[in-house]
């Protein structure tokens, strides 16, 4: 088995490479991982140290956009699994232009080459974001698309082109909707580790408002458990929402983080969000579908975010430098 792991040197890409070649899938002890990445300012080979002696492991430096380096990089391989995308809210609204070129162009031209080179089953990664925002219940897949952000709208774009490839082309591809992920190795631009490291060095964090938008938190390796469900038993054309089922404020998270780092409300500094209608106000996803193929998340929020806090702590040689690029 040869997989093809694009974005593999981000956060959750990695863990989905780490845990692979870790034995860490049933059936996929052996698998032959390529992981093909830009290495963008939140791809890190430093992710990948734990598994860069690995004989079933290659990395090939690769843009999704270029036709040429897909070409050279995935004949012959079983599976793809698209992680590659721009994922930040903010640097979206200030810079949609890329968000689009390689979420929407970038994805096409992965499922364009799958579809070249006869590639057997492929997975797309994308988010709840797409579905914009909900007051109450919970999203099933077939819910209306609403996205409020440059970077939902193109994940939405790619979720819709990945559909067009199995309908037009008959493409075996399934997308997955995950919601809010946490865990290590996480680039400290996103909240909990920028929160984390933030406090650990002493310094105070934003809080937006009065800190009442919410968040489903998914442990990144229920994730990508959920990921390797989908491709092994995920219907071709289907979406499948993956969520944590622990729904949280911006207040509670943040008060959770305090007493994680030891430290009290004088270190949150309440600032007007600079995001206006981009920032939506509660995720929440109905992962019943996903359920029905074996999943469940295993890891609860207090346990996972104390394993986070704790990597965090013992991992200074990795993020520090990152924090002189967020």
Known sequence: M????????GFIGSHYVRTMLAGG??????AQVTVFDKLTYAGNLANLAPVADSPNYTFVRGDICSAADLDAA?????????????????????????????????????FDAAVRHQVPRVVHVSTDEVYGSITEGSWT???????????????????????????????DISITRCSNNYGPYHYPEKVIPLFVTKLLDGHKVPLYGEGANVRDWL??????????????????????NIGGGRELSNKELTEQLLAATGRDWSYVENIVDPRGGGHDLRYSVDFTMTAALGYAPRMSFEDGLALTVQWYRDNRAWWEPLKVRA
């Open 2 to 9: 040869r997989v093809l792991v694009t974005g593999g040197a």
């Open 25 to 30: 899938y049933p059936g996929y002890e052996d």
């Open 141 to 171: 897949e077939d819910h209306l698309l609403e996205p409020n952000s440059p970077y939902s709208a193109a994940k939405a774009g790619s979720d819709l082109i990945a559909r067009a490839y199995a309908k037009t082309y008959g493409l």
């Open 219 to 240: 442990f990144v390796d229920d994730h990508c458990r959920g990921i390797q469900l989908v491709l092994e038993k995920g219907a071709a054309g289907e979406f499948y």
């Open 74 to 110: 995935l004949p012959g391989h079983d599976v793809v699994v698209n992680f590659a995308a721009e994922s930040h809210v903010d640097r979206s609204i200030t810079g949609a232009a890329g968000f689009v070129l390689t979420n929407v162009l970038g994805a096409q031209q992965v």
